[in-house]
């Protein structure tokens, strides 16, 4: 082969090698954390173009989130001297956007249509349900925007909903009037733009034809957390016969909680006869400690395909194991190591905190923030999705399509212009009587309310006047001035970061046009518009005819442009992280959720909170499927790091605005002795003399959670010892014992499920039913004997 292809392979071991170059037909690589699997897939990319067998234009890419594609473009290019950018690479969403982009008017889309993101799309479901006048308690909004998605990912539509009583027959007409308010307003939800292009592919016979002619090969990252639809989204685009080379690792499928179907590898497997299944098994990620304890964790997994994971880096140093008294200390010592880190050579970037849910952000951040150390969160409150952000995309959506009720609602009285709930309520009436958007029956309200809505829509239509023309950048900060937006964060003394923020979203537009060349996923470039370069370019879809791209159809009459920078940077701001631009290239340190983790890598790596309830989290305690995702979701923390491996727990944390007191995670127990060292004293199972054991405990100064748990926490979230509590007394001097029902005055009546410690220590798990379960400290909480 030609010296550089050798160039590309070289490196490989024999298993990679096997499978960057298998021939065009089907493939499952199913292999552990760090084995290569993202790289394989990048360098078959790569060698499919390089030695001819496909033009850019003829292949598609599916990955998990947008770092990562960003990442494989950045790979790629590095490899071959071609232009990533038009090629067909990104995420399910992010590619469903372009195809409907480039397809919107079969699509039965109107042209600039927007994406709701999952905060936009639970606000429309609100408000469907209150012009239903249905009762908030049993329709919970939110409940309900679950399932609408879920039945969008089971490919249903309204009219498909099975009904079997009275509530499904109602869900299926709150659906029915979600999808006809967001036709009306031009608006589609994440699941939509799966579901939407996977229906135009199957009603669409001349369109199925062409892209299936089109993409000769089709390649799937992270396979194992494709839900039904994107399965048969991907199937739809390959054809029975279609190059879908996919790769996966089952002990990392992480979203089990949203549909995601490992079943999925089987079925691929049989559907698409695959008849060798390759599997790497050297990683070459982490070091030997590391390595042990993942895969010592994950062997407790019952459901598994079976595969090992060996690596011929020595052991590395131990996973190290620290228990604070606090999520306030925790994050002290974090920022203690994190600094020594630094010190001695490690970037920060190199450097991520990982957590299982987003709010235990906020006490790393704002150590963080008081030492003056950079830092970036990924995933959580993104961006795009702060209060004065999103204000200020709703103005620009209103600029764009004053239709859009969602964003009308949202900034029509912000700031405030005496446009009131009762107000508002008329014009929704008379909105709905007519089938109108809000914006065209501003008219029908009378009195004063009516004029101020008239100047609001004066307001929008005289910034769609001036704002034609101006870069994107010019048209936000008119905006900002316009609305008065700047100027009611600048009035606001806590309003400095918000006024920040706004500056930013202008950095970010101009990133966005500068960077990006705009709408890279918003507008489908023409296939011939791909650069293939000195590369071979046969089987382009020229072969096809009868396939036009509905977008270029009607460009701007004044640009030329296919799609304004604007609606293009809208679409990036519903699809994209959203990661702070301005900070993109400084070195700071990483702070993200073990599921936006996945994929990615780190020297170092901590992995905080490890506490039960929180991770695995009480949610999933229910079904031993539930602890088995949890534990996948360990293995994919663990497997994130390269060099050094820090586990953390504390005793006590705030969260949620309440106090909790923990025992620390089965996971903790579940590693290796072998591989791990405790930095702080590691404490002795205990058994009868608990209370003895546990005052000591205090008096040492180790603390509750240090003492609970060990070895005790295998089959319960609450140890034993624990569980067998007797009776405690509370702080008005009564008896309780475990059963007893007592009441609260905040949370009403409950049942004590668990009564621990003695004195000032006491303390009860008491389930208060709709208020969920509580941890009290007797010396304080109020609890009366209700018997
Ligand atoms: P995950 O399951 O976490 O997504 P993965 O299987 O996709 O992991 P990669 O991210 O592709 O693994 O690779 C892990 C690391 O190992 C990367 O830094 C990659 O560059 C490196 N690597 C992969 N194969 C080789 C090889 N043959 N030689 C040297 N390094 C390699
Ligand atoms: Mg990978």
Not at 521 to 547: K, M, W
Request: charged share 25%.
């Amino acid at each position: 082969e030609a010296p550089t292809t050798d160039r590309l392979l070289r490196g490989l071991n024999a298993e990679q090698l096997a499978a960057v170059t298998l021939p065009a037909r089907p493939a499952l690589i199913l292999a552990g954390a760090g084995s290569g699997k993202t790289r394989v897939l990048t360098t078959r990319i790569a060698w499919l173009l390089q030695t001819g067998q496909v033009s850019p234009g003829g292949l598609m890419a599916v990955t998990f989130t947008n770092k990562a594609s960003k990442e494989m473009q950045a790979r790629l290019s590095a490899m071959l001297p071609i232009n990533v950018r038009g090629m067909w690479i990104g995420t399910f969403h992010g590619l469903c956007n372009r195809f409907l982009r480039a397809h919107w008017k079969l699509a039965g889309l109107p042209q600039g249509f927007q994406i709701l993101d999952t905060a936009d799309s639970l606000s429309a479901v609100k408000r469907i349900i209150k012009a239903m006048q249905l009762d908030e308690e049993r329709f919970v909004p939110k409940q309900v925007s679950w399932f609408i998605a879920g039945a969008k990912e089971d490919g249903l539509r309204a009219k498909d909903v099975e009904i079997h009583d009275g509530q499904t027959q109602k869900l299926a007409e709150i659906y029915k009037a979600y999808e006809d308010q967001c036709l009306r307003e031009g608006v589609v939800d994440f699941a939509e733009l799966l579901l939407r292009a996977y229906e135009l592919m199957r009603d669409n016979e001349a369109l199925r034809e062409h892209y299936r002619h089109r993409f000769q090969h089709i390649l799937v990252d992270e396979f194992q957390d494709t839900n039904r639809l994107q399965y048969a989204w991907l199937k739809m685009f390959a054809g029975p016969h279609g190059a879908v080379f996919a790769v996966g690792d089952d002990d990392q499928s992480i979203y089990g909680f949203r549909g995601a179907l490992v079943g999925n590898m089987a079925d691929f497997e049989r559907e698409f006869h695959v008849d060798k299944v390759i599997k790497l098994e050297q990683n070459y990620r982490s070091f030997g400690n590391i390595l042990d304890a993942a895969n010592h964790l994950i062997d407790r997994n019952s459901k598994r395909l079976g595969k090992n994971l060996r690596t011929d880096q020595g052991p590395g140093e131990p996973v190290r194991i620290f228990e604070s008294t606090s999520d306030f200390a925790e994050a002290q010592w974090f920022l203690e190591e994190a600094q020594q880190l630094h010190r001695s050579g490690t970037a920060r970037s190199e450097i991520a905190v990982l957590y299982r849910s987003n709010a235990q952000s906020r006490v790393i951040e704002s150590a963080l923030f008081n030492a003056g150390i950079p830092y970036r969160v990924y995933g959580g409150l993104r961006f795009f999705e702060r209060a004065e952000v999103k204000h200020a995309l709703s103005y620009l959506r209103l600029i764009e399509n004053p239709n859009d009720d969602t964003s009308f609602l949202r900034v029509v009285n912000f700031p405030t212009r005496g446009i009131g709930a009762r107000t508002i309520e008329l014009l929704q009436d008379s909105a709905r009587q007519t089938g109108r958007s809000l914006f065209q029956s501003v008219g029908s309200v009378a009195g004063k309310g009516g004029s101020n809505l008239a100047q609001f829509t004066g307001l929008i239509e005289r910034m769609q006047q001036a704002t034609r023309g101006l870069t994107l950048r010019d048209i936000i900060e008119h905006m900002l001035a316009e609305t008065g937006l700047i100027d009611f964060y600048r009035a606001d003394k806590e309003g400095a970061d918000r006024v920040e923020n706004l500056e930013e979203l202008m950095n970010a537009a101009e990133a966005f046009v500068t960077q990006e060349g705009f709408g890279r996923d918003a507008v489908a470039l023409p296939v011939d518009e791909l650069s293939p370069g000195t590369l071979a370019s046969r089987n382009t879809s020229r072969d096809v005819p009868g396939i036009q791209l509905d977008a270029p159809v009607t460009p701007d009459a004044e640009t030329g442009e296919i799609m304004s920078p604007l609606a293009a940077f809208l679409t990036h701001a519903s699809l994209e992280a959203g990661d702070n631009q301005a900070q993109a290239g400084q070195d700071a340190i990483q702070l993200m959720t073990i599921h936006s983790a996945k994929g990615l890598e780190f020297d170092s790596v901590f992995i905080t909170g490890l506490e039960e309830g929180l991770f695995p989290h009480e949610n999933s305690l229910q079904s031993n499927d539930g602890l088995e995702e949890e534990r996948r979701l360990m293995y994919v923390a663990i497997t994130r790091a390269r060099k050094r491996l820090y586990l953390s727990f504390s005793q006590t944390r705030l969260l949620h605005g309440q106090t909790r007191y923990n025992v620390k995670s089965r996971f903790v127990e579940e590693l290796p002795e072998a591989n791990v060292r405790w930095l702080t004293p590691r404490n002795q199972a205990f058994g009868s003399g608990y209370a003895r054991e546990y005052k000591s405990a205090w008096e040492r100064g180790t603390g509750l959670g240090s003492m609970i748990g060990a070895g005790r926490v295998e089959s319960s979230p609450v140890p034993k010892a624990m569980q067998d509590s007797r009776s405690a007394t509370s702080s008005s001097g009564q008896q309780l014992r475990q059963g007893q029902s007592v009441f609260h005055n905040k949370f009403g009546e409950g049942v004590i499920v668990t009564l621990e410690g003695a004195g000032e220590e006491a303390r009860a798990q008491v389930n208060f039913g709709r208020h969920g379960m509580k941890w009290l400290a007797l010396s304080v909480a109020k609890l009366t004997p209700v018997d």
